[in-house]
């Protein structure tokens, strides 16, 4: 005689590693480097002095998540469910926020252009030690 079960149910279980750590982050960085998304969690900002006299804005980086473009597909999404009830209030007392592509795009622009100033010096540098020992 045989007897029929009905479908097998799964639960889902998490467990939290001997090395699991929590993270404070108020900004965060999103890199796109064509194979893997990557999400940098900065906390601290200092404000340090830069080469010209400016003033540059510099983050500490503290945590950086690695995922592959789907895993950060399904992270957008649930992140648009759960925040879906919080837009009202987030928007109610941050404004600038309706704002986040276009200060984002500037911020990228002004990163860039950082990075570029930063490789120039180093290049710099180099010739100034190679002078050196030519």
Same mark, same amino acid.
């Given at each position: 005689?045989?007897?029929?079960?009905?479908?097998?149910?799964?639960?889902?279980?998490?467990?939290?590693?001997?090395?699991?750590?929590?993270?404070?982050?108020?900004?965060?960085?999103?890199?796109?480097?064509?194979?893997?998304?990557?999400?940098?969690?900065?906390?601290?900002?200092?404000?340090?002095?830069?080469?010209?006299?400016?003033?540059?804005?510099?983050?500490?980086?503290?945590?950086?998540?690695?995922?592959?473009?789907?895993?950060?597909?399904?992270?957008?999404?649930?992140?648009?469910?759960? @925040? #879906?009830?919080?837009?009202?209030?987030?928007?109610?007392?941050?404004?600038?926020?309706? %704002?986040?592509?276009? +200060?984002?795009? =500037? @911020? #990228?622009?002004?990163?860039?252009?950082?990075?570029?100033?930063?490789?120039?010096?180093? %290049?710099?540098?180099? +010739?100034?030690? =190679?002078?050196?020992?030519?």
């Amino acid at each position: 005689m045989s007897e029929e079960k009905g479908p097998v149910k799964y639960h889902i279980g998490l467990e939290r590693a001997p090395t699991f750590q929590k993270t404070y982050a108020t900004q965060l960085s999103v890199v796109d480097t064509g194979k893997d998304v990557r999400i940098m969690a900065f906390n601290e900002k200092f404000l340090l002095p830069g080469p010209n006299g400016e003033v540059i804005n510099t983050f500490l980086c503290e945590h950086m998540f690695i995922m592959s473009p789907e895993t950060a597909y399904v992270m957008m999404k649930n992140l648009q469910d759960v @925040l #879906k009830s919080h837009e009202a209030a987030i928007l109610a007392t941050n404004p600038d926020l309706k %704002e986040m592509p276009e +200060k984002e795009k =500037e @911020l #990228k622009e002004k990163h860039d252009q950082q990075k570029k100033n930063i490789k120039k010096r180093v %290049e710099e540098q180099k +010739k100034q030690v =190679e002078s050196l020992y030519a």
